[in-house]
Nanobody
Framework: VQLVESGGGLVQAGGSLRLSCVASERAFNDYGMGWFRQAPGREREFVAVVTWSGGSIYYADSVKGRFTLSRDLAKNTAYLQMDNLKPEDTAVYYC?????????????????????WGEGTQVTVSS
C-alpha cells in the first residue's frame, strides 16, 4: 500500500487547512489509519487515528476540538480537517496505516503498529 498526503501549506494562525491521504488500494477498508506530525528537532508525534472498524476516532489532547479526522472508503481517502490552527501546529504531517485489529482502544502505543508511511506534507502556521 502506498499513501500520498496533500493539502499542506502556509496559513495564518486561526486559519484552516484540510489534509488528504490517498491510498493506492483498499487499505482503509480493512485497517485503521492515523495522522502524525513531526516538527524540526522533535520526534514524530501522534495526532489522530481512526480504528479499523471506523467505530472510534482518537485525538491528541493538543488538537482535540480543533482537528477532525474523516475518511471516504469509496475513494480510499482519509482527511484531516484542521481549524483554528496555531503556530505550534507547524510540522510535516504524515499518514500511515494502523494495522491493529480486534479490540482497539486508544492511540497506537508504538510506531511499530503503523506502516506504509506517506512522504508527508508541510504545514506552516504563522503568528
Amino acid at each position: 500500500v502506498q499513501l500520498v498526503e496533500s493539502g499542506g501549506g502556509l496559513v495564518q494562525a486561526g486559519g484552516s487547512l484540510r489534509l488528504s491521504c490517498v491510498a493506492s488500494e483498499r487499505a482503509f477498508n480493512d485497517y485503521g489509519m492515523g495522522w502524525f506530525r513531526q516538527a524540526p528537532g522533535r520526534e514524530r508525534e501522534f495526532v489522530a487515528v481512526v480504528t479499523w472498524s471506523g467505530g472510534s476516532i482518537y485525538y491528541a489532547d493538543s488538537v482535540k476540538g480543533r482537528f477532525t479526522l474523516s475518511r471516504d472508503l469509496a475513494k480510499n481517502t482519509a482527511y484531516l480537517q484542521m481549524d483554528n490552527l496555531k503556530p505550534e501546529d507547524t510540522a510535516v504531517y504524515y499518514c500511515a496505516v494502523d494495522r491493529r485489529i480486534g479490540l482497539v482502544e486508544g492511540p497506537p502505543a508504538s510506531l511499530r503498529d503503523l506502516s506504509s508511511w506517506g512522504e508527508g506534507t508541510q504545514v506552516t502556521v504563522s503568528s
